[in-house]
């Protein structure tokens, strides 16, 4: 794939959470894989993942990938290293960085004879505007293919991610359903919409669904943020409670992503952890953390409000349900879900009813029903081949510039301080005490402190 076709790809990926660490560090892998050999099996899924059943994150099935060169943004989001090994994505942790240092990175690696030939950008949209234009102004000899994409369902800020996204060589879809909106942004602005590339989410695999006798379990992939409010998440933890006590026979289990004090991608105001200490559950109640993929090797019911987990169990034809009860409403992402099948209320699942999902909805969402999961990232692998192979990328050319958004572009840029003027400051050990303190003060104001002011200024 490289210019010198004796050499490997070299790879970096940028994060700014666990969970798009996990989606880039997979997502480079499968770009640059050789494709697999399609299995042709419709009953399922049954490849994608190199370690079958135990759950561990999905990997490309045949053929080499570079293993990436992980990098983590300095931030209030910054992952701990439990929740990054969580992930699965790598057996080597990324290294926590500032966008500056980054940039530095890039540049003093062209200039050590080892610069990277694709940066993949797993970040919020603003900060990968910020990053475009960071490696525009770098000067480069040769700039790296800039792939970038979604971790997980688009349900809020299409047209701006989007717009912020423009100007990366490809940006990835995670369905059929994505592309065609995601193209008809582009092409409704005037942009290009040549870099929108149809795959799928990279994570999903994993063995499919067995029922075993003598097991029964349910479980509720929590989000951070959806539900929004307090009255909302303790309704739907005292509705899982209450399911539990309805079902001894059934273990209910609350995956939960991040322990107190950990950051997500999301702000989590009111942590279930928290609100369980004002009930009394059974004993087939229980909280479990761990990587997602090991937690569906045990579940026979998957509820969520609108969690990507539910896209990752229909993938394993994991029986699926997707609450009502706090509303189908864009706030809550479960309006994604209309026309699938699988909207259903606490009551039905009381009565023992699960939904049955919709199959042209499936294929739509890029779940692979109808088992071609192992050839959805070809298209991207050849477009970063074609990419790669040129004598010169063209020059980054994002929609939103001085011209375009004069009102807008400043303020981001300006958020983000990417200067690489000057060489980054070595870290020493007592720079890295001082800055894990000041972190962990700065996460306790963020999670504890502000919330319990808000809730005051409410009163």
């Not at 990324?94 to 240092?101: D, Q, S």
């Not at 992402?333 to 023992?352: E, K, M, P, Q, V």
């Not at 009813?353 to 999961?373: I, M």
């Not at 800055?435 to 200024?457: K, N």
Request: aromatic fraction near 6%.
């Amino acid at each position: 794939m490289p210019a010198s076709s004796s050499e490997a790809v070299r790879i970096a990926v940028l994060a700014d959470s666990d969970t798009r660490w996990k989606w880039g560090a997979l997502t480079a892998r499968r770009i640059t894989a050789a494709p697999a050999e399609p299995t042709g099996s419709a009953a399922g899924p049954t490849t994608g993942s190199a370690a079958g059943s135990s759950g561990s994150a999905a990997e490309p099935t045949t053929g080499s990938a570079a293993e990436p060169t992980g990098f983590v943004l300095r931030g209030r989001a910054t992952p701990t290293a439990r929740q990054l090994a969580e992930t699965g994505a790598s057996k080597a942790a990324p290294r926590e960085v500032t966008g500056a240092e980054f940039l530095c990175e890039v540049r003093d690696a062209e200039a050590r004879g080892e610069r990277y030939d694709v940066i993949v950008l797993a970040l919020v949209g603003g900060t990968v505007r910020a990053v475009l234009q960071g490696l525009a102004d770098l000067g480069l000899a040769r700039r790296p293919v800039i792939v970038t994409g979604y971790v997980g369902v688009v349900y809020e800020k299409l047209a701006d991610g989007l717009l912020l996204r423009h100007g990366a060589d490809v940006v990835l879809a995670n369905s059929r359903h994505d592309a065609d909106r995601f193209r008809a942004v582009y092409e409704g602005v005037g942009a290009g919409a040549g870099s929108v590339v149809e795959a799928a989410l990279p994570f999903l695999g994993g063995a499919p669904h067995r029922p075993e006798e003598g097991r029964d379990t349910l479980v509720f992939a929590a989000q951070p943020s959806v539900p929004v409010t307090r009255a909302e998440r303790a309704y739907v933890l005292e509705r899982l409670v209450r399911h539990a006590r309805l079902h001894p026979e059934r273990e209910v289990l609350l995956k939960l992503r991040s322990k107190p004090g950990e950051h997500t991608t999301h702000l989590e105001e009111h942590p279930y952890q928290r609100l369980v200490r004002d009930l009394d559950p059974p004993a087939n109640f229980r909280l479990v953390y761990g990587h997602m993929g090991e937690v569906l090797d045990r579940t026979d019911l998957l509820v969520t409000v609108s969690s990507t987990a539910a896209l990752e169990a229909l993938h394993r034809r994991i029986p699926t349900a997707i609450l009502t009860d706090c509303g189908v409403r864009e706030v809550n992402g479960n309006h994604h879900f209309i026309g699938s099948g699988l909207l259903t209320s606490f009551d039905r699942l009381d009565r023992g009813e699960a939904p049955e999902p919709d199959e042209e909805w499936l294929a739509r969402q890029g779940v692979a029903a109808e088992g071609s999961y192992d050839s959805a990232f070809d298209a991207a692998r050849e477009r970063v081949a074609k990419l790669l192979a040129l004598p010169e990328l063209p020059p980054i050319s994002p929609y939103y510039t001085a011209e375009t958004a004069p009102g807008y572009l400043p303020g981001i840029l300006a958020r983000h301080r990417l200067d690489v003027t000057a060489p980054p400051a070595r870290d020493s050990g007592l720079r890295r005490i001082v800055r894990e303190a000041a972190r962990g003060a700065y996460r306790h104001g963020v999670q504890r402190v502000a919330p319990v002011v808000r809730r005051l200024g409410e009163l």
